[in-house]
């Protein structure tokens, strides 16, 4: 299983920006993808999730209104959507599976919980 994040970059504050995330390997129907970031010195922090074959979302309430999160299981990607961007949005933004989804039939939201991860995109805003 391959997770491959990109989009990342340097961006102005205010801008916006969508990352993805190309998922391979295995079917995914059974599981839920989500993203995190982190900041230096801090710990990885849970932005969103996404059944993959419901589409069905949880977003984290201080990503609320300017994070989102979709799929598009054609391109096999999931995509995070970032709008207004601020320098406290600065990080390096990680895609990961939650192979249990289906399984445990609830949202997972700590890292601990996703079994694979990609190898992360850094975003970096300046004021």
């Known amino acids: 299983v391959q997770l491959q994040a990109s989009g990342g970059g340097l961006v102005q504050a205010g801008e916006s920006l969508t990352l993805s995330c190309v998922v391979s390997?295995?079917?995914?129907?059974?599981?839920?993808l989500g993203w995190f970031r982190q900041a230096p010195g801090k710990e990885r922090e849970f932005i969103a999730t996404?059944?993959?074959?419901?589409?069905?979302?949880l977003t984290e309430d201080f990503a609320l209104g300017r994070f989102g999160i979709y799929r598009d299981k054609t391109k096999s990607t999931v995509y995070l959507q970032i709008d207004s961007l601020t320098p406290e949005d600065t990080a390096v933004y990680y895609c990961a599976v939650d192979e249990d989804y289906d399984r445990n039939y609830a949202w997972a939201r700590r890292a601990p919980d996703f079994d694979i991860w990609g190898q992360g995109t850094q975003v970096t805003v300046s004021s």
């Open positions: 996404i059944g993959w074959r419901s589409g069905n979302t």
């Open positions: 390997g295995r079917n995914f129907d059974s599981c839920a």
